[in-house]
């Protein structure tokens, strides 16, 4: 049994910064691909970066500069700065292992400005 247990979200003001992880448990378990989706209301879930295994990682244009993705194993992290009101959303962490994928429960990550 995977699971994925998220933390990190939160309220912060525009301009701040937050740090989201997301840990995957279950014996011996190693996710390939490790990534962060994001969900505003009245909105589709949009992709906002992934990391590979080996490290590669890819970032949606509206994130570059400003998010950075990395993991340690099981575990994958995002730290966002320089928050903008247009962030605020459900993030989600999804993970992939072979053909299997995963997501977590989403946390709720909101910027006012």
């Known amino acids: 049994q995977v699971q994925l247990v998220e933390s990190g979200g939160g309220s912060v003001q525009a301009g701040g910064s937050l740090r989201l992880s997301c840990a995957a448990s279950?014996?011996?378990?190693?996710?390939?691909?490790m990534a962060w989706y994001r969900q505003a209301p009245a909105k589709q879930r949009e992709l906002v970066a992934t990391?590979?295994?080996?490290?590669s990682t890819v970032y949606a244009d509206s994130v570059k500069g400003r998010f950075t993705i990395t993991r340690d194993s099981a575990t994958v992290y995002l730290q966002m700065n320089s928050l903008k009101s247009e962030d605020t959303a459900v993030y989600y962490c999804?993970?992939?292992?072979?053909?299997?994928?995963?997501w977590g429960q989403g946390t709720q990550v909101t910027v006012s400005s």
């Open positions: 999804y993970v992939t292992r072979g053909r299997d994928e995963y």
């Open positions: 279950g014996r011996g378990f190693l996710p390939n691909t």
């Open positions: 990391v590979t295994r080996g490290g």
